[in-house]
């Protein structure tokens, strides 16, 4: 499937560096989510756009920072992180909330 | 959180048909019961979703209880690529000040052998 795509797909980081994760949809879609999944749990949603208006945190630390620049794109950059962040980021995106939400393939973060 | 409740792990032969249950018994009136798949380490992939009716698309049948405290999933003539882990998610149809987000349980890993 083309209609997320997430760049790039494995990503290795020093705690020290600052990295991006970038997100594009081609659907039209109008809302944008980051998930995250660590290995042997369940997804847990980080932030929801809706109209590039942030319309939830998930009480996702600071070390994380999206950004909605329209509805096409989605970033999350990424600074000071931990190694116990090392997991599975994953991108979707809904015609509006609470429709049907399609996945990107992820970026396989792993944290040194 | 999640609402439902699904059985760990399930094995099918290639070419027949896999049966993948859900139980939901707290669902309400107004959500609806979404399935997605996960191929190990990509991301979920939708497959079909039903409110009261019973849903077929060209991967896959969904067919809920009448009193939608239960739901299966059919893949008609499972492959080797259907392996995955089956997710059942209820969700509500309009939101009422609540969160977006779906909430995943452990889901079923479906092997599907030749």
Not at chain 1, 69 to 96: G, K, M, V, W
Not at chain 2, 20 to 38: A, D, F, K, M
Not at chain 2, 68 to 94: E, F, G, M, N
Request: some cysteine.
């Amino acid at each position: 499937e083309t209609g997320v795509t997430q760049t790039p797909r494995h990503l290795v980081m020093g705690m020290t560096n600052k990295k991006s994760l970038k997100c594009e949809q081609h659907l039209g879609h109008n809302a944008m989510y980051w998930y995250k999944q660590s290995a042997k749990k369940p997804l847990e949603l980080m932030f929801v756009y809706n109209f590039k208006e942030q319309t939830e945190n998930n009480s996702v630390p600071s070390r994380f920072s999206p950004e909605c620049p329209n509805s096409s794109h989605l970033f999350l950059h990424l600074h000071t992180l931990q190694p116990e962040d090392s997991a599975l980021y994953l991108c979707a995106s809904s015609r509006a909330g609470l429709d049907t939400q399609y996945f990107g393939p992820g970026t396989r973060l792993t944290v040194l | 959180d999640a609402k439902t409740t699904q059985p760990p792990s399930m094995d099918c032969a290639e070419g027949r048909a896999a049966n993948l249950p859900c139980n939901h018994s707290t669902i309400s009136g107004n959500e609806y019961v979404y399935w997605y798949r996960q191929i190990h380490s990509q991301g979920p992939q939708y497959i079909i979703h039903g409110l009261k009716n019973n849903e077929t698309n060209e991967m896959a049948s969904l067919i809920i209880t009448e009193d939608r405290k239960s739901s299966t999933l059919i893949l008609p003539h499972a492959t080797l690529r259907d392996t995955a882990v089956y997710y059942c998610i209820v969700r509500p149809i309009r939101t009422q000040g609540g969160s977006e987000k779906l909430v995943f349980g452990k889901g079923t890993k479906l092997t599907v052998n030749p």
